[in-house]
Antibody, heavy 120, light 110 residues
Framework: EERLLESGGGLVQPGGSLRLSCEASGFIFNTFAMTWVRQAPGRGLEWVSS????????YYADSVKGRFTISRDNSKSTLSLEMYGLTAADTAEYYCAKMTAEHVRSAMDIWGQGTAVTVS | QSLLTQPPSASGTPGLRVTISCSGSSSNMRWNYVYWYQQVSGTAPKLLIY???QRPSGVPDRFSGSKSGTSASLTIGDLRSDDEADYYCSSWDDSLSGWVFGGGTKLTIL
């Protein structure tokens, strides 16, 4: 069974940093692009960042560009999101999602359960 | 404000049909596929429709999608109580070089 398990969320002060991780299992991790999507309390889905299967191509939402860094360790089937300069606007549930192709312009077919980040 | 526009709410009666619209622009939906996600309260989103009108394995054929130009729609037939959820459309945006989501439509089953 394909599964994603996020971790690393928590309470952080404004201006602080946090590293989220997403552990993948049940599929060949290095053949699929991966994405982070967040959802602020009571709000809709917001795309954060995506990376190709190799990690060689990355994309960021304007709202996080320059502050967040997406990376992946294909040897450990793990996706990460380093977050710096956090503000209250970054408070959200963060989901990692597997994409259906090696490139990022594909569907997000498997989602983790999410990890909560609170900036306060 | 989302780049993809959805009605904030919709409702339907069990057994009947409801359609949710999604309006985009030339930088996203005109030349890129539309995807639909279902999110039941308190759970992670689930892929419902990909590439405008394709259903992943396990998604009932009561769910269908379509796209024309810069508009798309999701139709749910034979409504059931467990269809009550938030529904999001999404597409790649060439100007932003990133994904955009609609604001979501909360479907209530009457």
């Amino acid at each position: 069974e394909e599964r994603l398990l996020e971790s690393g969320g928590g309470l952080v002060q404004p201006g602080g940093s946090l590293r989220l991780s997403c552990e993948a299992s049940g599929f060949i991790f290095n053949t699929f692009a991966m994405t982070w999507v967040r959802q602020a309390p009571g709000r809709g889905l917001e795309w954060v960042s995506s990376t190709s299967a190799s990690g060689g191509t990355t994309y960021y939402a304007d709202s996080v560009k320059g502050r967040f860094t997406i990376s992946r360790d294909n040897s450990k089937s793990t996706l990460s999101l380093e977050m710096y300069g956090l503000t209250a606007a970054d408070t959200a549930e963060y989901y990692c999602a597997k994409m259906t192709a090696e490139h990022v312009r594909s569907a997000m077919d498997i989602w983790g359960q999410g990890t909560a980040v609170t900036v306060s | 404000q989302s780049l993809l526009t959805q009605p904030p709410s919709a409702s339907g009666t069990p057994g009947l049909r409801v359609t949710i619209s999604c309006s985009g622009s030339s930088s996203n939906m005109r030349w890129n596929y539309v995807y639909w996600y279902q999110q039941v309260s308190g759970t992670a989103p689930k892929l419902l429709i990909y590439k405008n009108n394709q259903r992943p394995s396990g998604v009932p054929d009561r769910f269908s999608g379509s796209k024309s130009g810069t508009s798309a729609s999701l139709t749910i037939g034979d409504l059931r109580s467990d269809d009550e959820a938030d529904y999001y459309c999404s597409s790649w945006d060439d100007s932003l070089s990133g994904w955009v989501f609609g604001g979501g439509t909360k479907l209530t089953i009457l």
